[in-house]
């Protein structure tokens, strides 16, 4: 039986801004972000397709990153792999002219694709091909060759596909609950976000261990860390924000910002003119 042909939305790619990019308006001259939402058939595992683009550029612009709790598959001319979640902070190096197309999972979307735990995935950058074969290194070598970025995402597309992901019931569930974390700030421990699960303690890091790929603390204190550094970067007192994240004091707050972000809250303010 051949492969399902995605059907993309009709909405032109959208550009946009995340949390989890360092210092994000400082590239806004050096590259292009942008992102799509995916098909309906394939909806329940990816959350969106994201695209950079940069030209010609003078010098190496390097981005950090301080990731969230999720998978991701990228295709760049550098790389082509499959990252799992990355507890510290990470960057990329922009030279010349170049593409990244990624596909960002939903959490627990991925697993479906993995055929096992997701923390087999945590700290790891795998090989597009080395994990899917033949048909993994023929997608890259595809996406590479295609110029239009609608084009190079049906045909991300229409491989996720092809390996006939089996819908997970317990996607749903863990999808809502990070949604959760992510949205309401007031969650910054673990026993609060088992209580509002309705399952134990033990019973939710299971859960996010195996389809998230980290347990739920982490969840929540990296979410809480994206929180942080908006804020900094919009010049709030930071002793303030430390109490308001759920933080024993300030430096607990600064230790745990410094070794995501590469820097101390102090000086990323100065990123923006706020100290």
Known sequence: MAAMVPRLPEARLVETRQRGWVDPYAGLSTFDFARQAPSPEISAYVDYFWVVTWTDLAEPYEQRIVSHPTVNMTITADFHRIAGVIKGGFSYTMRGSGRVLGTRFRPGGFRPFLGGPVSQLTGRFVEIDEMYGAAGATLVEQVLAEPDTRAAIALTETF?????????????????????????????????????????????????????????????RRFRLHEAAERVYQGLDLATLAAELGYTDQAHLTRDFTAAVGMPPAAYARLSGQA
Do not use: C
């Open 160 to 220: 996720l596909l092809s390996l006939r992901p089996e819908q997970d019931p317990l996607t749903e569930e863990v999808a809502a609950l990070v949604t959760m974390v992510a949205n309401d700030v007031s969650v910054t421990r673990v026993d609060e976000l088992a209580a509002r699960s309705g399952r134990s303690v033990r019973s939710l890091q299971r859960l996010f261990r195996d389809h998230v790929g980290i347990g739920p603390k982490w969840v929540i």
